[in-house]
């Protein structure tokens, strides 16, 4: 006779609460650092995540944030899906261990997909590892193809001298010229990529704390913007490295420009690195990051579901990081 098992069964999707990061924090951590060891990198170990980047990530999905339950009651998956205009990612997203291999992968998946669908989405994508081959082929079964790399990029930069200018930042703008600037900002990203929309993002990296947005103007004309965030993306670290999260410039001198704002602005903050998340799809601008001393130091294969492709800028530079 065999031995009766109890059904495993899961129920969801489920909407995240802030009263579920803990757990996610935990889940988190724990599929990521058993994914490197499955990948060789057994000395690796995934921290957990600042919960305020939980939270900006959960405001930003909005009901795109989901969690799965299993019999007893703990999370057993999850997938935060985003959409920023027409543009849809989904990120972070993790099945629990002794959970993955029973088909739940594919159901957050699938689940995630119809929701950015139904809400409008023409490009579906995600960044995952190019050396985990596994979730390439994964994801391949469920219709993503390759597309180009996220090159994380960095450079160590020096504090600010006195008298070299400061950046024209959003938080410092009057609150009608904030409200302006937003909409400057919303016209140059739809006209770079029609129907992509960053403003969600850069409203709430404003409300939860997590950095700003620098704007770079010509004659009067916006012509580049940035949104940067400086906190910690590790639980209970301090942060010494500005993040590029968002970058929409007009052309080659725009994106110059709009490079070494963002360069003076982490000077002017104490902070002694930039680290740029440029998407490969604009060979141009990773080649001026190279020329202006930037070192590789990660990079995440986007891929984009068969029918619903990324689309990259006609001109200028548009970067949109798939992950938080």
């Given at each position: 006779m065999r031995a009766w098992l109890p059904e495993r069964t899961v129920t969801g999707p489920i909407p995240v609460t802030v009263q579920d990061v803990r757990e996610l924090n935990h889940l988190f951590a724990e599929s990521f650092t058993d994914r490197y060891r499955r990948d060789g990198l057994v000395g690796v170990r995934v921290p957990e995540l600042n919960p305020k980047v939980w939270e900006y990530a959960l405001l930003d999905a909005g009901h795109g944030a989901m969690l799965w339950r299993d019999e007893a009651g703990a999370i057993a998956a999850f997938n935060v899906a985003h959409r920023c205009g027409s543009e849809g990612w989904?990120?972070?997203?993790?099945?629990?261990?002794?959970?993955?291999?029973?088909?739940?992968?594919?159901?957050?998946?699938?689940?995630?997909?119809?929701?950015?669908?139904?809400?409008?989405?023409?490009?579906?994508g995600l960044e995952t590892?190019?050396?985990?081959?596994?979730?390439?082929?994964?994801?391949?079964?469920?219709?993503?193809?390759?597309?180009?790399?996220?090159?994380?990029?960095?450079?160590?930069?020096?504090?600010?001298?006195?008298?070299?200018?400061?950046?024209?930042?959003?938080?410092?703008q009057a609150a009608a010229d904030q409200e302006r600037s937003v909409a400057a900002v919303r016209g140059l990203v739809s006209t770079l990529g029609p129907g992509c929309d960053f403003t969600r993002e850069i409203l709430l990296t404003a409300e939860v704390g997590l950095g700003d947005t620098v704007l770079v103007s010509d004659g009067g004309e916006l012509t580049a913007m940035v949104l940067w965030h400086t906190a910690s993306l590790a639980a209970d670290r301090g942060s010494d490295e500005l993040r590029v999260l968002k970058l929409a410039a007009r052309d080659a001198s725009?994106?110059?420009?709009?490079?070494?704002?963002?360069?003076?602005?982490?000077?002017?903050?104490?902070?002694?690195?930039?680290?740029?998340?440029?998407?490969?799809?604009?060979?141009?601008?990773?080649?001026?990051?190279?020329?202006?001393?930037?070192?590789?130091?990660?990079?995440?294969?986007?891929?984009?579901?068969?029918?619903?492709?990324?689309?990259?800028?006609?001109?200028?530079?548009?970067?949109?990081?798939?992950?938080?």
């Open positions: 989904m990120g972070p997203l993790a099945v629990r261990i002794d959970r993955q291999g029973t088909g739940l992968g594919k159901t957050i998946v699938r689940t995630a997909v119809d929701w950015l669908i139904d809400q409008g989405a023409t490009t579906v590892m190019p050396r985990t081959v596994e979730n390439i082929g994964f994801y391949a079964r469920l219709g993503f193809v390759p597309g180009h790399l996220t090159v994380t990029m960095s450079q160590d930069i020096a504090v600010r001298r006195r008298g070299q200018p400061v950046p024209a930042l959003l938080s410092t725009a994106f110059e420009a709009a490079v070494t704002a963002v360069e003076r602005s982490a000077a002017s903050l104490g902070l002694r690195r930039v680290a740029v998340r440029c998407q490969t799809g604009y060979p141009g601008a990773f080649r001026a990051l190279v020329a202006r001393g930037y070192q590789v130091r990660w990079t995440d294969l986007r891929m984009s579901l068969d029918g619903y492709p990324e689309r990259l800028a006609a001109r200028g530079v548009l970067f949109s990081n798939w992950e938080i």
